[in-house]
């Protein structure tokens, strides 16, 4: 099946530092791929979606200036998680959409722990 | 706004006993998507049902679509270790997003 990756798998950063999450489909071309935020033992919340070549359609409540999101390519967008603080502290899962029949399908990657300290 | 229910929160069977989770939407659905979600881990895609009143197979796992498109259950048969976990229900509303059910903590007394 479809293969997304996401580096880091953890990172801890001093409040205050910015800290930058990359998703990669690595078997194929994602033209959208979309930024969840998890909370322990909570569902998936969405923060944005990514379009390639596109600014990021960001959720309500979402900043869009502290979650900076670049998609210059088919196989990477990028989210930047700018001035953490310790409520930033969370789980960050990126997803790819790819065509399954006549739906999509999302193939998540395998996540990113952020502790900010 | 476009919320997808689901029921129960949490649930602790014995090992070999059933299991079922149910999702529920307002308005009607595209289609319905299910994800596991292991401890620590990621979603993973199990499966998608898109027509009224479909009904899958896996092994042991049997998902349902209501006629309406509005609700999906989750039903596993003599639930095993492996089966720990969370369960996911996911909806399109015909727009470009999933929205992902409350989810359903699944775990198994040996």
């Known amino acids: 099946g479809a293969v997304v990756s996401q580096h880091p798998s953890r990172v801890i950063c001093k409040s205050g530092t910015s800290v930058k999450i990359e998703c990669r489909s690595l078997?194929?071309?994602?033209?959208?791929m979309f930024w969840y935020r998890q909370f322990p033992k909570q569902s998936l919340m969405l923060m944005a979606t990514s379009n390639e070549g596109s600014k990021a359609t960001y959720e309500q409540g979402v900043e869009k200036d502290k979650f900076l999101i670049n998609h210059a390519s088919l196989t990477l967008s990028t989210l930047t998680v700018t001035s953490a603080h310790p409520e930033d502290s969370s789980f960050y899962i990126c997803?790819?959409?790819?065509?399954?029949?006549?739906?999509?399908?999302?193939?998540f990657g395998p996540g990113t722990r952020l502790t900010v300290t | 706004g476009q919320q997808v229910m689901q029921i129960p929160q949490y649930q602790h069977v014995q090992e070999g006993e059933d299991f079922t989770t149910y999702c529920n939407s307002s308005?009607?659905?595209?289609?319905i998507q299910w994800y596991k979600q292991r401890p620590g881990g990621h979603p993973v895609f199990l499966i998608q049902?898109?027509?009224?009143?479909e009904v899958k197979k896996q092994k042991r796992l049997t998902f349902q679509f209501g006629e309406a498109k509005k609700n999906s259950s989750l039903h596993i048969t003599a639930t095993q270790t492996t089966d720990v976990g969370t369960y996911f229900c996911a909806g399109w509303f015909g727009n470009e997003k999933l929205t992902f059910g409350t989810g359903t903590r699944l775990t198994i007394i040996p």
């Open positions: 078997d194929f071309q994602a033209t959208t």
């Open positions: 997803s790819a959409e790819g065509r399954r029949g006549p739906s999509y399908e999302q193939y």
């Open positions: 308005t009607t659905l595209s289609n």
């Open positions: 049902l898109v027509k009224s009143g």
